[in-house]
């Protein structure tokens, strides 16, 4: 994370937050280390999803693919804000995005002007396209403190062999338009970042993205690597560069994760995530939602957090973490900043 977003964090933070933050650390490594599951505290940490509706079409995402087994829809503000009233006085950090594209919510910026105005630093993630002029005045008046544009080539023919659907120059315009919103506004935020999916087809543009984006004047390039489901037998989106890779090659042939899979999970101790319609899941890696924890429209979010299926999950983690589906694909540290 950079200076800039480590200054917003604190500015953000309460003695009861620093508190909540503790009870957590101390939680998850007694954990850790003993192997039987403790948890004082709450999430430091949410993500809450606006919708699962997404205009593009990339081919590793269940929301591009129209693959979901559960609903489509949309985040309600109503919903939204009786869930950040149950949380804000210990959430320190809250992500606008599980799948889909957040713009498309109509209320998407009310809610995040909601959630700043209860002192919890914002972020979100965006594929760009609805960045107008207009819209990118919104988000800067929202007080969004962090926006990730993805942006994974540095020419149209590269941008769309992963982002089906998408234009490059769309990108390339809205990122203008927030930066010209910040400056007419004179805000420091949002940090605005340029997230770089790295796959075989845009690996060589990595010095690229650097160059645009110090040219447009966005605050932090970070080059992420990029989940396939199918990776056994190799995949064309696999890149050559095993440093902005998942997955390393066996003497077989045959391909695997890189990163050891431990039996611990900072995340399950930390953070969640929240569906569109309330269901409490585990991480992003559990896209559609089978892995469900809770139900926030029947439940109250403690309840929910110290509930015997939570803390049985948390267990699994420090028993056997390689028989979870959705640990299986697990990306830890997969996000390299420059």
Known sequence: MSFHSKIGLIQKLTLQKLVNFFYVFGSYYSSKYTKRNFNKGLPISLAIEPTTSCNLRCPECPSGLRQFTRPIGMLEPTFFKKTIDDVYKDLIYLTFYFQGEPYLNPHFLEMVKYASLKKIYTSTSTNAHYLTPEMALKTVQSNLDRLIISIDGTTQETYEQYRIGGTLSKVIEGTKNIISAKKELHSKTPHIVFQFLVVKPNEYQLNDVKKLANELGVDEVVFKTAQVYDFKNGNPLIPDNIKYSRYKKNSDGTY?????????????????????????????????????????KQQQFKDVWISETYQSFRKSILKSRQEIDICKNCSEGSIVSV
């Open 256 to 296: 695997a994760i890189k990163n050891k899979l431990l039996n611990q999970c900072w995340r399950m101790w930390s953070s969640c995530v929240i569906t569109w319609d309330g269901l409490v899941v585990p991480c992003c890696f559990d896209k559609d939602a089978k892995h469900q924890l809770g139900d926030l």
